[in-house]
């Protein structure tokens, strides 16, 4: 599925630390303005520790995760809505993401120079989240008096459009995004045609120090990133970007000794890698056994056919049903054989909607 989730944030905040962590692409990283000018794109594995368990009570050949996708994007500035700061390209790189990865400074430290010359995380969340609405409302403007004109006559798409317009357009107005509104399904296809930034479901990433890695919460500024999230029901999760880059380089048996120093379970990344795919409504079904056993990723909510099609299309076209076993039902069984004498082997048809962790063999034919 070829979904991404933008890192976005000021400058010198950690974004391309993270992002070279996350990808170990080798993003530039600088201590000064628009280092990343151009996004970064890549692709990361998602940690799941039940394709593991899966290879050993179902073994095959060859096992092979699910992936998932990171753009980095430069750093934004006030002023970016306007242009400033190559403020309309960087504006437009988010447009093309699906998610947003927002990457907020939590760490004091002079070696770092931050933009504004001193660390604020709630200003610097105000100066991103104003400059996308700013946008935002720029959209909304140029749409409302072409759109007005056409809903006093009987044309009923503008009719509806213009009910739409008239329900963002105070609330971006007022310094909020859209994201915050509740649509109908009719209004939600009105406003998925505007392309709006603050639309964007958003992940708050807590850059904090290294030594408040086992206790984010005793961070001074980690708990004001977190009251600000849940005022918009949004995550929120704490990592310190420049530890991370030094896992990702360690061998396995280094990672764990630097882990338990450090005095944490998993890196922060495996976190931050799961919290987005969830973000975007994401989910994990796996074929197993034979030459390989794989995580595939499907949306929230898809039906057997449909993920059969992320398979090959001729699975999708010629399907027939969906040989299924929950992971649950396996992982608590220990074997496929258990499973099919528990009855815990189901048929599924078209109708049937793909849960995570779900192990299936399709049936097809074309």
Do not use: C
């Not at 190559?86 to 504006?91: A, M, R, V, Y």
């Amino acid at each position: 599925m070829s979904l991404t989730a933008g890192i976005v944030g000021l400058p010198n905040v950690g974004k391309s630390t993270l992002f070279n962590a996350i990808t170990k692409a080798g993003a530039e990283m600088a201590n000064y303005p628009f280092a990343t000018i151009e996004p970064n794109v890549g692709m990361v594995e998602v940690p799941d520790d039940r394709l593991a368990r899966i290879q050993e009570l179902v073994p095959a050949d060859k096992l092979i995760p699910t992936t998932f996708e990171f753009t980095d994007i430069a750093g934004i500035v006030k002023g970016a809505s306007k242009g400033e700061g190559l403020g309309n390209k960087f504006l437009d790189n988010i447009r093309q993401v699906n998610a947003i990865v927002h990457v907020v400074r939590a760490f004091d430290g002079d070696d770092i120079i931050h933009v504004n010359g001193v660390v604020n995380p709630l200003d610097d969340i105000d100066t991103i989240n104003t400059e996308l609405i700013l946008a935002d409302l720029e959209t909304i403007d140029k749409r409302y008096s072409k759109v007005a004109r056409a809903a006093k006559g009987a044309d009923k798409s503008a009719k509806a459009e213009f009910a739409v317009l008239e329900k963002i357009k105070p609330v971006l107005e007022s310094g909020h995004s859209v994201r915050t509104l509740e649509f109908t399904d009719e209004e939600q296809k009105i406003v998925k045609s505007l392309f709006l930034l603050t639309t964007k479901p958003v992940l708050y990433v807590a850059n904090i120090a290294e030594d408040d890695m086992a206790a984010p919460e005793q961070s001074k500024y980690f708990n004001d990133i977190k009251d600000f999230a849940a005022t918009e029901g949004a995550d929120v999760i704490a990592l310190s970007a420049s530890a991370e880059e030094e896992i990702a380089q360690l061998a396995d048996e280094d990672k764990s000794e630097f882990l338990e120093m450090a005095g944490v379970t998993e890196p922060g990344l495996n976190k931050l890698i799961r919290a987005a795919y969830h973000l975007l409504d994401l989910r994990t079904f796996f074929t197993a056994g034979g030459k390989e056993t794989r995580a595939w990723t499907f949306k929230a909510g898809m039906k057997a056919p449909q993920t059969a099609g992320v398979i090959h299309s001729d699975f999708e076209r010629g399907f027939i049903r969906a040989e299924t076993v929950a992971f649950a039902d396996l992982d608590e069984l220990g074997s496929m054989k258990a499973v099919k004498e528990a009855g815990k082997l189901r048929s599924e048809g078209k109708e049937y909607v793909v849960n995570d962790g779900d192990i299936i063999e399709y049936r097809f034919n074309v």
